[in-house]
């Protein structure tokens, strides 16, 4: 458990921005810190009045229109092997977030109390997803579970405080793909498993609420 929000929120923040100098994130850096600023107000009243319970207690991120999939992933290595996408026969832009999800309007915005899954490891994102809504957390999309890989790489091979994820908060309609981030030859790799399928080292990813900038 990364345990100081504040710490943690102030490390992504710096990332984020490098990201952004390095055009690898499309936004105003200008607007990001202004933003920043804003969210981390509301991220220290919150850390205050609840205590997060999974192993990442906060990650930012921006929206899919603001970044490329496989430059993203193209960030995380693992011995000298970089990220890639490889999701045949779809390609990341044909999963849309799930509508139940309320993920806020802005483009900035925050994932407080995450919680990759080491519980709901051998148990399949179908089953997963009726555990999340009576502990009343819900499923991370494909672009939160990104930014969790980003922010927090270990999660792809510490096993004892983490776990590869996925992500059935973005689904393609009428089909049983779930996005999903591990280490596949050797590298980070942006695929798909199916819905009701288990793995040992896949488990789904969650959150306990979402903040957005104003």
């Not at 205590?51 to 929206?63: D, F, Q, T, Y």
């Not at 793909?177 to 990813?205: D, E, M, Q, Y």
Request: charged fraction near 25%; charge should be neutral.
């Amino acid at each position: 458990m990364l345990t100081d929000p504040l710490a943690e929120y102030d490390r992504q923040a710096e990332l984020m921005s490098q990201r952004i100098s390095n055009s690898l994130l499309n936004y105003d850096i200008g607007r990001f810190w202004r933003h920043i600023e804003e969210l981390r107000m509301r991220v220290s009243a919150l850390a205050m009045s609840e205590e997060a319970s999974g192993n990442i207690p906060v990650v930012i991120l921006l929206k899919q229109k603001n970044f490329r999939y496989q430059e993203l992933m193209g960030q995380l290595s693992h011995k000298g092997r970089n990220g890639y996408v490889e999701m045949t026969p779809k390609i990341p832009e044909d999963f849309r977030d799930i509508e139940s999800l309320a993920i806020p309007n802005a483009d900035l915005y925050v994932l407080w109390d995450v919680d990759t899954g080491m519980s709901n490891l051998n148990i399949s994102p179908s089953d997963s997803m009726e555990l999340l809504m009576k502990a009343k957390r819900t499923p991370l999309t494909m672009s939160e579970g990104l930014f969790c890989a980003l922010a927090v790489p270990e999660l792809l091979t510490d096993k004892h405080r983490f776990n590869c994820i996925q992500m059935p908060g973005s689904r393609i309609e009428d089909d049983q793909r779930v996005p999903s981030i591990w280490l596949s030859k050797g590298a980070p790799r942006l695929g798909w498993c199916w819905f009701g399928n288990i793995h040992t080292w896949l488990a789904t990813a969650s959150c306990k609420s979402r903040l957005g900038a104003s």
